[in-house]
């Protein structure tokens, strides 16, 4: 046996194998349905945390289990197991984007009160950054945060809100100056009740996910639940999407592992012109392009990973493994698709639902072009 | 950990972190070889394009340590790890010629490597000793006319005779093959075993009946020379046999992996040297009132390049790290192989485009790059030879 890829160790092997065996076991069976009905059971929160999969990177003090990242890595990369991107993307949401901010910035009432009982999965979480009018050019967000006595009065609208519908909190950025922009954002905990409609939104791939348009009208937001301070938002963002775009990559390096090893399953068993697909020089060529690329994007993503954990500020890295990973997934399901034929098209296999799915990634947590921006600025260019 | 808004907007973007296969002293030899191979070689790297590079290159290196670095001390070597012969690999690109790069790398890595592992004590002290001080320059020898990626299919015979072996055949794109003072020789020694009946001898070159044919002209690669060699009747002693009689094939197919692996990682330094220099080139060249660089569809070039280079790198990074672990990853190794030469490709290409007209003039040396690019896909196993081996490596 040879040893896991650093920065892993036999550890994160042995909670590899019990997260992979809980979700084969316990989510994976229902993915077809979930897809189908266009929502997963909230329920699939507080039996994640059962297993401490909603805590693994999180204090023992509030319930987590007093992990890091590697651990948290883990479970991004086995996520894909469960089949349905929509599923993995709403307790991603959870708990790569909507609870750290509570936990990096948060007081400890706050931590008490949101962090606490999202481990336990008893709340959920969503992260409202988006808006009609501001996807990737973050600055230019417009939903307004008023100073009233005690606290804020928010108005506005945040859209594709993974959690949208069922989020009991939204970690929402807002404009709490006039002129808004990087020095002039909040972040806001707004529970949902008076005033905060959702609606779901029907998409492409991720149908499991109940990605949705928030509007807030009037809603009253308590002083005590300012995110961090004043007008220091922007940093907020900025801070986590290292993490999140990580997370991204461990997703589809989970994913294009999961693909390449059931297409070249498939293509073992399938028979055209008296041998197994596979037989065939094309098609095995093709699968050794996709298992080339499989490992291309998981060195360039442990890389990124290593660096880190590792205290380091891997914006390069990180960047380049979002851009690269996300599209390669892309292409590979694609490919996997193509092998399938007519079957690879029809909704009982699993394939057309990946590449759907897979589709989201060049697009979200910053898209393809934003990431070559970010690039062109690490070269001076 | 985490980015800060101001790492962000302002991120500090020149510095230069070691992997964590490389240590200081690994940093130390860096800096050495590539001050080396700025000063004392590319300078002349253009006339040697026309000339091929002379051999007094070899025993400079020797001299500065730079051809045993990873081969034992007691054979004149430095004793260092495998990751000290990639640190070569890479900084000897900066040499700026790659038919130099691929001349030593055949020395180094390609023809010592199966003395070491399967020559006799006689043979290191005749071959490997010389070979490291640069005194002695070695070739390789596995394709022929007729055999070239299917290495089962080579004719070259060494037939018994008494206590000799005499051998008959030709083998063909020969690097160092005219300059070489000896030869690892692929043969057949008993053509009805299969795969069991290949051996490999370590011929000197000025053995009678050695024939250095021709200088074979190549698109790119134009400081190496390459030879087309026949061999008539050339006797040797059974003391010429290499490793075990019948185990040839075994023998080349192991020393394949760390050439490919030592290949891929000059690929990776050959893109990235042509990356820097049109990056240059980008931010001093002006068009429509800015330099070029700053328009945002070459910016984007960049960025796919630069995440392209670092792909391969961490591939063949993560891939020599378990190389030199002692595992023997050939389905890592050819991954890496296929994707590295690709992408060496893909940039030069790109580095051409950007530098428009000028690219396509010798002047600027980015063709030059290109054509000496483009044998990394064919060389050391085809693009199609690494996709046969990674199915294979999964049962398909």
């Not at chain 1, 589709?359 to 947590?365: F, K, N």
Request: with cysteine; net charge negative; proline share 4%.
């Amino acid at each position: 046996m040879s040893p896991p890829d650093p920065p892993f160790a036999d550890e994160h092997d042995e909670l590899r194998a019990s997260v992979r065996g809980f979700i084969e076991r316990e989510l994976a069976p229902h993915a077809q349905r979930w897809e189908e009905e266009q929502w997963f059971p909230d329920e699939v929160f507080p039996k994640m945390a059962a297993q401490g999969l909603l805590g693994l990177k999180y204090p023992e003090e509030y319930g987590g289990q007093g992990g890091d990242y590697l651990h948290e890595a883990v479970l991004c990369e086995e996520m894909a197991r469960v089949g349905s991107g929509g599923t993995a993307a709403g307790i991603g949401a959870h708990i790569n984007i909507a609870t750290p901010p509570i936990w990096k910035f948060g007081d400890e009432q706050q931590k008490r009160r949101y962090l606490e009982p999202a481990i336990r999965g008893e709340r959920i979480g969503a992260l409202g950054i988006t808006e009609p009018g501001a996807g990737s050019d973050v600055a230019a967000i417009s939903t307004r945060a008023e100073r009233v006595d005690g606290g804020f009065v928010v108005n506005g609208e945040k859209t594709y809100i993974t959690n949208g519908v069922r989020a009991h909190f939204i970690v929402t950025a807002v404009k709490t100056t006039p002129e808004g922009g990087h020095d002039g954002i909040s972040f806001l905990i707004v529970e949902r009740g008076e005033g905060v409609g959702s609606s779901a939104l029907h998409k492409l791939g991720w149908h499991a996910s109940d990605t949705a348009t928030i509007a807030f009208e009037d809603v009253f937001v308590p002083e005590e639940n300012l995110l961090g301070e004043l007008n220091s938002g922007f940093k907020l963002i900025m801070a986590n999407f290292q993490w999140e775009r990580l997370a991204m990559a461990l997703g589809a390096v989970g994913a294009m592992q999961l693909a390449f090893e059931r297409t070249a399953a498939f293509a073992g068993e399938r028979h055209a012109f008296g041998r197994a697909l596979s037989g065939h020089q094309a098609i095995r060529h093709r699968l050794a392009d996709m298992a080339t690329s499989v490992y291309t994007c998981r060195c360039v993503t442990y890389d990124a990973l290593r660096r880190f954990v590792g205290g380091e500020d891997p914006l390069k890295e990180v960047t380049m493994a979002k851009l690269l990973t996300q599209r390669a997934a892309f292409e590979l399901m694609d490919e996997c698709l193509q092998i399938h034929g007519g079957a690879g098209y029809m909704r009982e296999y699993w394939v057309e639902r990946a590449a759907r799915d897979a589709r989201l990634g060049p697009i979200g947590g910053g898209s393809d072009e934003i990431m070559r921006e970010i690039l062109g600025r690490v070269l001076g260019l | 950990m985490a980015a800060t808004a101001e790492s962000v907007l302002k991120p500090d973007f020149k510095t230069q972190r070691k992997h964590f296969i490389f240590t200081d002293e690994h940093e130390q030899l860096r800096e050495s070889i590539r001050n080396f191979a700025i000063k004392e070689l590319a300078p002349h790297a253009e006339e040697w394009e026309e000339t091929t590079f002379p051999d007094s290159v070899f025993p400079r290196m020797g001299e500065l340590g730079f051809l045993g670095l990873d081969k034992p001390e007691q054979y004149g070597g430095q004793g260092g790890d495998y990751y000290t012969s990639l640190v070569l690999a890479e900084e000897i690109g900066n040499a700026n010629s790659g038919g130099l790069a691929m001349g030593i790398a055949v020395h180094t890595d390609m023809a010592m490597p199966p003395i070491l592992a399967f020559g006799t004590e006689e043979q290191k002290q005749e071959w490997v000793v010389p070979a490291i001080k640069g005194e002695k320059i070695l070739c390789l020898g596995i394709t022929e006319p007729d055999a070239g990626s299917d290495v089962s299919g080579i004719k070259t015979r060494a037939v018994r005779d008494g206590e000799d072996y005499v051998i008959n055949g030709s083998k063909t794109y020969i690097t160092n093959g005219h300059r070489a003072d000896a030869i690892v020789l692929v043969t057949k020694t008993d053509p009805d075993a299969g795969y069991d009946g290949f051996t490999l001898f370590l011929v000197p070159m000025d053995s009678p009946g050695v024939i250095r044919e021709k200088k074979l002209v190549k698109l790119g690669m134009h400081a190496s020379d390459t030879a087309l060699l026949a061999f008539q009747d050339v006797r040797v002693p059974a003391s010429a046999v290499l490793g075990q009689i019948g185990k040839g094939f075994y023998h080349i197919m192991w020393e394949l992996q760390g050439e490919r692996l030592i290949g891929a990682a000059g690929c990776v330094a050959g893109a990235q040297k042509c990356f820097e220099r049109t990056l240059q080139y980008a931010n001093e060249r002006k068009a429509f009132g800015r330099s070029i660089g700053h328009f945002q569809v070459i910016r984007h070039k960049f960025a796919e390049m630069a995440t392209k280079i670092e792909s391969a790198r961490q591939m063949v990074y993560v891939t020599a790290w378990r190389f030199n672990n002692g595992e023997y990853p050939v389905r890592e190794i050819s991954m890496a192989k296929l994707h590295a030469a690709r992408v060496a490709c893909e940039v030069a290409d790109e580095c051409i485009q950007i530098h428009g007209g000028a690219g396509y003039m010798r002047e600027y040396g980015v063709e030059r790059v290109w054509r000496d690019m483009r044998l990394n896909r064919i060389g050391a196993g085809t693009d199609e030879i690494m996709l046969d081996v990674i199915g294979r490596s999964y049962g398909l």
